[in-house]
């Protein structure tokens, strides 16, 4: 049986020579096959591939998910005191089946979402609408500063930018 | 093994002795250090271009080594090591004007989605070809030896065809790398696996190892977790001793990521550190 190698284009096959032959001799799913099953359990919530350990297995999913709201909580420190203690749990149910995209579009996400909810926290409003008014986040790719004026209102919290200067003109 | 030998690209550092990973949080704690010699910095966090930290600059000034450590190239991926982030290595490593330069072996993402952390390979010689053919990628890049990290992990795969210990001399060997040994990861594997963490430091090539990184962690639920943001406990300190028997490394450092203590206890976790290995203290 063979199995596929993304790794192996004619270079690699030169390169690896024997190894890699013996490699995709053994039969089984692929090392690629392997390795984004146990990413989308990890990040998806796809069930955990065979063999492996389930509760082990959980255990690292609930560390992941407490080390990403660690750092969601440095770039986005108000989102994050607007839970309080409840911070970490609430981070880890929003992000349970989100892989994550970097902390900053993490947060901005969440934040985005609290707000379509209604539930972001008073607290965490101006931190928002003055990232909303100094960049421009399309929700998919990297956020890039904005060039031109911006005025952002996010639950109930008002931000502008002129020429890169943000200020906040009201908070909730 | 029929391949084309890698270069090996070893080279025994001078004897740094006890260093520390730098974080922006503890820069100021890190620049008063009388005695540093060697500090580490995630290579992800430092611009290729443009000025450093004023605190990591400070170190390079007074002619600290500081190796960058990359954390988000996923050597072990089965796909190809990405170009613009060996780049970006690669002139980190120029920029630092460092010797040599680290990552691990490990992966975090696979078909295209982030992991957002360093997972484990299966011991299998599918996945040693994969970081082999990656640190070659890499070594095409940055001139100087590449040193490789095993990681910790709280699960393993199934059907493993190699030890731990065959599994990591295989890789080097192959790739002519130089090994980072983590000796918490080594604790915490062993004792989450309850297995002897001797047995895998009488098993690899101490003679390669280009240095140690020593960190913290703490039992949550019957498992041991490889924090970063609790203090080292005695029984890691006690592992740098038995390493040191054997084999003392050129440095070992302290790796603190998070939940930063207060100056003194930083202090005391570095002189532990210099305690058992018996490198003098640099506080």
């Known amino acids: ?172 | 093994m029929a391949e084309t030998p890698s270069p090996v690209r070893t080279k025994t550092l001078p004897s740094y002795g006890v260093g520390i990973g730098w974080r922006p949080e503890i820069a100021g704690y890190v620049e008063g250090l009388p005695g540093l010699r060697f500090a580490e910095v995630v290579a992800e966090s430092v611009h290729a271009h443009g000025d450093l930290p004023p605190g990591l600059q400070a170190l390079l000034d007074r002619g600290v080594t500081v190796i960058p450590h990359g954390v988000r190239l996923s050597l072990g991926g089965a796909e190809p090591v990405d170009g613009d982030r060996v780049e970006h290595f690669a002139a980190v490593a120029e920029r630092l004007n460092a010797p040599l330069v680290s990552e691990h072996i490990a992966f975090v993402r696979a078909g295209g989605v982030e992991a957002g952390h360093l997972l484990p390979l299966p011991r299998s010689r599918e996945a040693v070809d994969a970081v082999v053919a990656n640190v070659r990628r890499l070594g095409e890049s940055v001139s100087v030896p590449i040193a490789l990290e095993p990681i910790a992990a709280l699960f393993d795969w199934p059907d493993d065809e190699l030890t731990e210990a065959q599994f990591i001399t295989e890789i080097l060997d192959r790739s002519g790398a130089m090994l980072l040994l983590d000796i918490a990861n080594v604790y915490a594997n062993a004792r989450n696996r309850g297995t002897d963490p001797l047995d895998l430091l009488d098993h690899v090539p101490l003679d390669r190892v280009a240095y140690v990184h020593v960190a913290g962690g703490a039992e949550h639920e019957g498992l041991y977790h490889d924090t970063h943001t609790d203090a080292v406990p005695q029984p890691v300190l006690d592992l740098v001793t038995e390493l040191c028997d054997r084999h003392r490394p050129p440095a070992l450092m302290l790796e603190r990521d998070g939940d930063y203590p207060a100056a003194p206890e930083l202090t005391a976790e570095l002189d532990a550190i210099a305690k058992a290995s018996g490198y003098p203290t640099v506080t």
């Open chain 1, 1 to 172: 049986m063979t199995t596929h190698n993304s790794a192996a284009d004619p270079a690699d096959a030169e390169a690896t020579g024997e190894g890699g032959a013996e490699a995709t001799g053994r039969g089984g799913p692929s090392l690629a096959a392997r390795q984004t099953a146990l990413v989308e359990a990890l990040t998806a919530g796809r069930s955990v591939p065979e063999g492996i350990d389930g509760s082990a297995f959980e255990a690292a999913r609930v560390a992941l998910l407490r080390k990403r709201a660690g750092e969601v909580a440095r770039q986005w420190p108000m989102l994050a005191a607007g839970f309080g203690n409840r911070w970490k749990r609430e981070f880890a149910t929003w992000a349970a089946t989100r892989p994550t995209q970097g902390s900053l579009r993490d947060g901005w996400d969440m934040a985005r979402s609290l707000v379509a909810r209604g539930e972001l926290p008073a607290v965490a409003a101006a931190e928002l609408a003055e990232r909303e008014a100094a960049w421009h986040y399309d929700g998919t790719t990297a956020p890039r500063s904005r060039r031109t004026p911006a005025l952002s209102i996010k639950a109930g919290a008002l931000a502008v930018q002129l020429g890169g200067r943000v200020h906040v003109l009201r908070r909730p």
